[in-house]
């Protein structure tokens, strides 16, 4: 069975940091690219960031680049999100995925229940 498991949401004021984690079975993280996802409310779901699951490939959604960073750790089965100077609009509830290495919701088959992130100005 497949599973992501979120952690690390939480409230914070802008300018802040938090760091989330997603935590995989063995099967799902040996095969697929990692990716975070957002989705604030009245939007659509977006990419954050992705990892490929074979090399050190990384891509980010414009809006985060230079303040968010995505790493994986393989033996923990786990990839995490930095997120640094939090802004407001980067309020929404974060998704761990397990995918294709694109920006597509649609191409993410497995998908973690979610954490909120709230940033207050």
């Known amino acids: 069975q497949v599973e992501l498991i979120e952690s690390g949401g939480g409230s914070v004021q802008a300018g802040a940091s938090l760091s989330l984690s997603c935590a995989a079975s063995r099967r799902t993280f040996g095969s697929y690219s990692m990716g975070w996802f957002r989705q604030a409310p009245g939007k659509e779901r977006e990419l954050v960031a992705v990892?490929?699951?074979?090399?050190?490939?990384?891509n980010y959604g414009d809006s985060v680049k230079g303040r968010f960073t995505i790493s994986r750790d393989n033996a923990k089965n786990t990839v995490y999100l930095q997120m640094n100077n939090l802004k407001p609009e980067d309020a929404a509830v974060y998704y761990c995925?397990?995918?294709?290495?694109?920006?597509?919701?649609?191409?993410?088959?497995?998908w973690g229940q979610g954490t909120q992130v709230s940033v207050s100005s």
């Open positions: 995925a397990a995918g294709a290495m694109t920006s597509w919701p649609s191409d993410y088959p497995y």
């Open positions: 990892h490929s699951w074979f090399d050190s490939r990384t």
